[in-house]
């Protein structure tokens, strides 16, 4: 059972490049988020979707797009890189059948020069 | 919104001791999920404990427990017979129930220590 899956887990990007961070979940839940992790701010959220077909905006969502592609993929995309995107990110999934837990991918380590 | 706050950044104890670290939320829901999640170096995020809101009873997973106190909207962990394999950031978590609330929010954090 893979659980939640990110890819890539590193990325060097330039100013100004762009990218996909890929997520899949093989669990059949319905909610995905997209979070960013820098020190001392805690995990923020980027974006979520509380079902396919559905996006909405969370704490910090400028300079991102997301794609809720089908049930079990949430990508996130970043237009334009910019130095102050260098952060960790995570994808998440759950499913209110599971009294909540929420379930997190590894991270994604990703560094914009 | 919901806040969740973790006033400790840091917290230090000595192995087989025991530790409380705190958080309070902000929020204008009865129905609500709170989380204990711990983070060791891996950056991993592993699920320690879950509480939900309309249980009166203190969630326990062997030596994690919490004190929920839902008026208070205060929800401690109580780490006892700390271990070195304890140490990790601890983020406490927020997940509301209705809709446009889903989602889940983080407090800062408090990086715990163990002292051998």
């Known amino acids: 059972n893979a659980g939640v899956t990110q890819t890539p887990k590193f990325q060097v990007l330039k100013t100004g490049q762009s990218m996909t961070l890929q997520c899949a979940q093989d669990?059949?839940?319905?909610?995905m988020y997209w979070y960013r992790q820098d020190p001392g701010m805690g995990l923020r959220l980027i974006y979520y979707s509380a079902s396919e077909g559905t996006t909405d905006k969370g704490e910090v969502p400028n300079g991102y797009n997301v794609s809720r592609l089908n049930k079990r993929e949430f990508s996130l995309r970043l237009e334009s890189a910019a130095p102050s995107q260098t952060s960790v990110y995570f994808c998440?999934?759950?499913?209110?059948?599971?009294?909540?837990?929420?379930?997190f991918g590894e991270g994604s380590w990703l560094t914009v020069v | 919104a919901q806040t969740v706050t973790q006033s400790q950044p840091e917290m230090s104890v000595q192995e087989a001791e025991t530790v409380t670290l705190s958080c309070t939320y902000d929020t204008s829901e009865s129905d609500y999920y709170l989380f204990w999640y711990k983070q060791p170096p891996s950056r991993q995020m592993i699920l320690v404990i879950r509480?939900?809101?309309?249980?009166?009873q203190n969630a326990t997973e062997n030596r994690f427990s919490v004190n929920f106190q839902k008026a208070a909207k205060s929800f401690s962990l109580k780490i006892s017979d700390s271990q070195l394999g304890d140490a990790a950031m601890y983020f406490c978590?927020?997940?509301?129930?209705?809709?446009?609330?889903?989602?889940?929010?983080f407090g800062k954090g408090t990086k715990l220590t163990v002292n051998p």
């Open positions: 669990m059949n839940h319905n909610s």
């Open positions: 509480q939900e809101a309309y249980k009166q």
């Open positions: 998440a999934s759950t499913d209110s059948s599971l009294e909540n837990t929420i379930y």
């Open positions: 978590a927020y997940r509301g129930t209705q809709g446009g609330s889903e989602k889940l929010v």
